[in-house]
């Protein structure tokens, strides 16, 4: 395998999950296969022969037959390499189709099947017809084939079809029936894949979240009813994330009704980049502390650049011109952020003398421009931009060639830091600006 270029770790990865290559004539067999698959993926073969380590199995020039089958029944973009259906031949994938077609199935829904669950066409004709009376029953769709599919349709879980029904049944009923869910959150589970974790696995899960939040079991079957999908999570993924909120600075109280509150607090990584980002502005520019944010955990969930930026700017720029009062503004972004734009806007018209207009679709982009300027091509950090938070109010015409010439001068004066000068570019004139900053270059 290092013959066909393949890393060690590459090599050990694939072996790991399928050592029968061990047992392979290396120059009449193994070789001869590698080779028509680099050809067939070029510089995709790596990492696809790790997705599908029994890639060799198959011959590339037969895959590209029933790629084009899928493609001519309306298939957009089936995926250059085998995944679940890589064994299957061309007829028994022909086979399927039709019968998709007998059970009363448009051709629409039958593509719209094969896209989202490719599983399909390798599961057997009974485990299909199974999987259907189990859904029928489930839901009670009284033998409707439109209602099946649309409920198959709704699952965004991969592997529906590689599942046996019975214990899917088994599980999904032993889920409803435990957390006690109405219709409504029976289709949200299911939209989630919950019948994938087996009774034992739910029982030990609400047991640990229970644990980890300090209430009881029936509170803790209450979050996960409201949000299903935290019970497909590994408990010890549901544990670090409370750590991490325990880690941001919150008390185990304040975790545990904030959890209590927005469910999907647990299902967030508190290390990744999206949410460092999103602390630091909540903490750094809102000048928000642990217990005003839990005192409105929507903040948390909230879409830094498309909508807790932007409105936070326009709550500032409206309470400057007196058209508001109050005392934090993340109180108001708290109670409209289930709002949409149109309703914000609605909420708040600033007064015909106002300079910065309504809240809009153009509001929102000049504040990701300025964000993304100051952030991603000046690597300004969001602590740098706190300290000086009147610069995401400049327009970019003048942000630009201002910062441009504090550069200039930086590059003049060895002790001169731009990001100092923030505050002062965001409050001074242009005539100002440059008698101040023009001079020192000279």
Request: with cysteine; proline share 5%; hydrophobic share 45%.
């Given at each position: 395998?290092?013959?066909?270029?393949?890393?060690?770790?590459?090599?050990?990865?694939?072996?790991?999950?399928?050592?029968?290559?061990?047992?392979?004539?290396?120059?009449?067999?193994?070789?001869?296969?590698?080779?028509?698959?680099?050809?067939?993926?070029?510089?995709?073969?790596?990492?696809e022969?790790?997705?599908?380590?029994?890639?060799?199995?198959?011959?590339?020039?037969q895959?590209?037959?029933?790629?084009?089958?899928?493609?001519?029944?309306?298939?957009?973009?089936?995926?250059?390499?085998?995944?679940?259906?890589?064994?299957?031949?061309?007829?028994?994938?022909?086979?399927r189709?039709?019968?998709?077609?007998?059970?009363?199935?448009?051709?629409?829904?039958?593509?719209?099947?094969?896209?989202?669950?490719?599983?399909?066409?390798?599961?057997?004709?009974?485990?299909?017809?199974?999987?259907?009376?189990?859904?029928?029953?489930?839901?009670?769709?009284?033998?409707?084939?439109?209602?099946?599919?649309?409920?198959?349709?709704?699952?965004?879980?991969?592997?529906?079809?590689?599942?046996?029904?019975?214990?899917?049944?088994?599980?999904?009923?032993?889920?409803?029936?435990?957390?006690?869910?109405?219709?409504?959150?029976?289709?949200?589970?299911?939209?989630?894949g919950?019948?994938?974790?087996?009774?034992?696995?739910?029982?030990?899960?609400?047991?640990?979240?229970?644990?980890?939040?300090?209430?009881?079991?029936?509170?803790?079957?209450?979050?996960?009813?409201?949000?299903?999908?935290?019970?497909?999570?590994?408990?010890?993924?549901?544990?670090?994330?409370?750590?991490?909120?325990?880690?941001?600075?919150?008390?185990?109280?304040?975790?545990?009704?904030?959890?209590?509150?927005q469910?999907?607090?647990?299902?967030?990584?508190?290390?990744?980049?999206?949410?460092?980002?999103?602390?630091?502005?909540?903490?750094?520019?809102?000048?928000?502390?642990?217990?005003?944010?839990?005192?409105?955990?929507?903040?948390?969930?909230?879409?830094?650049?498309?909508?807790?930026?932007?409105?936070?700017?326009?709550?500032?720029?409206?309470?400057?011109?007196?058209?508001?009062?109050?005392?934090?503004?993340?109180?108001?972004?708290?109670?409209?952020?289930?709002?949409?734009?149109?309703?914000?806007?609605?909420?708040y018209?600033?007064?015909?003398?106002?300079?910065f207009?309504?809240?809009?679709?153009?509001?929102?982009?000049?504040?990701?421009?300025?964000?993304?300027?100051?952030?991603v091509?000046?690597?300004?950090?969001?602590?740098?931009?706190?300290?000086?938070?009147?610069?995401?109010?400049?327009?970019?015409?003048?942000?630009?060639?201002?910062?441009?010439?504090?550069m200039?001068?930086?590059?003049?004066?060895?002790?001169?830091?731009?990001?100092?000068?923030?505050?002062?570019?965001?409050?001074?004139?242009?005539?100002?600006?440059?008698?101040?900053y023009?001079?020192?270059?000279?």
């Amino acid at each position: 395998m290092a013959e066909a270029g393949l890393s060690q770790d590459t090599i050990e990865r694939i072996l790991k999950r399928y050592p029968h290559y061990l047992n392979w004539d290396m120059e009449h067999k193994l070789l001869p296969a590698m080779h028509r698959w680099q050809q067939h993926l070029e510089g995709s073969f790596p990492a696809e022969f790790v997705r599908v380590p029994t890639l060799l199995l198959e011959i590339p020039e037969q895959e590209v037959v029933k790629l084009q089958y899928l493609e001519s029944i309306g298939v957009t973009s089936p995926k250059k390499t085998p995944s679940k259906w890589h064994y299957v031949s061309l007829e028994a994938m022909q086979s399927r189709v039709a019968s998709l077609q007998a059970f009363g199935f448009t051709q629409a829904q039958i593509i719209s099947l094969i896209e989202q669950h490719p599983d399909i066409l390798a599961s057997k004709f009974k485990n299909i017809e199974d999987l259907f009376r189990v859904i029928d029953k489930l839901f009670s769709c009284a033998n409707d084939i439109q209602a099946i599919a649309d409920i198959v349709l709704s699952c965004r879980t991969k592997g529906l079809f590689s599942t046996s029904p019975s214990s899917l049944y088994h599980k999904f009923t032993y889920f409803c029936t435990c957390l006690m869910v109405d219709d409504k959150g029976k289709k949200r589970a299911w939209l989630f894949g919950v019948f994938f974790v087996s009774p034992a696995e739910l029982d030990s899960r609400l047991d640990l979240i229970a644990l980890q939040l300090g209430v009881t079991v029936q509170q803790a079957k209450g979050v996960v009813r409201r949000l299903p999908q935290i019970a497909t999570l590994q408990s010890t993924t549901v544990g670090l994330h409370v750590l991490q909120l325990h880690g941001l600075g919150f008390s185990s109280s304040q975790v545990k009704d904030t959890c209590l509150k927005q469910p999907a607090l647990l299902m967030l990584d508190y290390t990744s980049k999206l949410q460092v980002d999103k602390w630091a502005f909540l903490t750094c520019v809102m000048q928000l502390g642990p217990a005003s944010i839990a005192a409105c955990p929507h903040l948390l969930m909230s879409w830094l650049p498309n909508r807790l930026g932007p409105r936070w700017e326009y709550l500032l720029r409206m309470k400057s011109c007196g058209v508001i009062k109050f005392s934090a503004a993340h109180e108001v972004v708290c109670s409209l952020y289930s709002k949409t734009d149109s309703n914000f806007t609605a909420a708040y018209t600033p007064p015909e003398s106002a300079a910065f207009g309504v809240y809009d679709v153009h509001f929102q982009k000049q504040w990701q421009q300025r964000w993304h300027y100051l952030r991603v091509d000046q690597q300004l950090s969001i602590q740098d931009i706190g300290r000086h938070a009147a610069v995401l109010q400049i327009d970019l015409d003048t942000l630009v060639p201002q910062w441009a010439v504090l550069m200039s001068v930086a590059s003049s004066v060895a002790s001169f830091r731009p990001v100092d000068h923030l505050t002062t570019l965001a409050t001074m004139d242009d005539d100002e600006f440059a008698s101040v900053y023009n001079d020192m270059i000279r």
